[in-house]
C-alpha cells in the first residue's frame, strides 16, 4: 500500500514563552521488509534558529529544534509519502515461556533491537503487580510466547474500554488498569507492563493508522491520528513482532510505523523544554490515504 500522510500539531501558549528547544520524532521510519519512506519533510513555524537532524538509539529519526526569540504559539507539520508492504502470515516457532530466557541469554549484543533493552522496568512503566496477576491468568503450561501475547491482546480489547476522555498522555499504567478505560497509549502500556511482567520482551511502536470510513460515509479530514501497539520479541526465530490491543489485531499494512522505543517517553512526538510559565493548548490532527484515492 502506497499512503499520503500528514500531520498537524499546534501549541497555542496562554503567555508568550521566550524560547525552547525540543526534539520531533513523528516522520515514518525505513523498514527493510516492511515499510519504506518515499519522501517526507517537516515544516516548523516560527523558524527555529537551529534545526538538526539525527538519529536516537532505538535508531529513530528525530529532528531537533532550538527557538530563542518569543513566540505565542508553535505549529509542527510534516508530510509523507510511505509504501508499506504486506506482510505474509509466519508459523509460530516461538519457545514457550520456560524455554524463553535461553534465547534471551544467547543474544550477544546490545544493540537497538536487542531484547535486554525491553525485559525490565523502563521510565513510564514500573512493575505492576496488579497487572502481573492480571497477565498471569492467561498463561497455561503448554502455551507458546506468540500466544501468550495474542491471549493478552484479546484480553485488553475485550476488558477496556476505549475512552478519550477518562486518561491523560501522564496517566500510569496502573491507574488506567484500575480505570479499565483509556486509548490506545494505555492499552499499549498496560500490555508492555504484563508481557514483561511474565519476561516476555515487550516495548512501544508509535505510528499511524488508517481508518476507514463507515459504508456510504466520507471520510472526514483530519481524523485519522497518531497511534501506538505493542512489539514483543517471540525468540531467537521469529524475533519481533507486532500486536494492535485497541484493535485486537496483528500489525498490518494500515500501521505505518514512526518509532520504536521501550515506553512512550522514547517516542514522545514533541518533547522538550519551554522558558516561560501559564498553559497551553494543544491540537492535533492526522490524514492518512491511501494514494489510488486521488487517481
Known sequence: MLYDVTLRIEYVYDTPVSGGRHMVRVLPLSIGGRQRLVAGSIDVMPRPIERTNVTDFFDNPAMSILFRSVHDRLDIKMQARVHVDGQDPTPDFSPQLDGLPDD???????????????????????????????????????MTVREIAKAICAGIHKDFTYDAKATTVDTTPRESFKL????????????????????????YVSGFLRTIPPPGKERLEGADAMHAWVRFWGGRINGWMELDPTNN????????????????????????????????KTDQAVDVVPVHQFA
Open 180 to 203: 479499565k478505560r483509556g486509548v490506545c497509549q494505555d492499552f499499549t502500556h498496560v500490555m508492555i507492563v504484563a508481557l514483561r511482567s511474565l519476561g516476555i520482551p515487550a516495548g
Open 104 to 142: 534471551i541469554v544467547s543474544y550477544w549484543s546490545l544493540d537497538a533491537g536487542s531484547p535486554h533493552h525491553y525485559v525490565g522496568p523502563s521510565p513510564r512503566l514500573p512493575h505492576c503487580p496488579e497487572i502481573a496477576e492480571y497477565a498471569s491468568r492467561f498463561v497455561t503450561p503448554d
Open 249 to 280: 489485531i496483528p500489525a498490518g499494512t494500515d500501521h505505518i510505523v514512526v518509532g520504536y522505543g521501550r515506553d512512550y517517553s522514547d517516542v514522545a512526538p514533541v518533547i522538550g523544554i519551554l522558558k516561560g510559565y501559564g498553559r497551553h
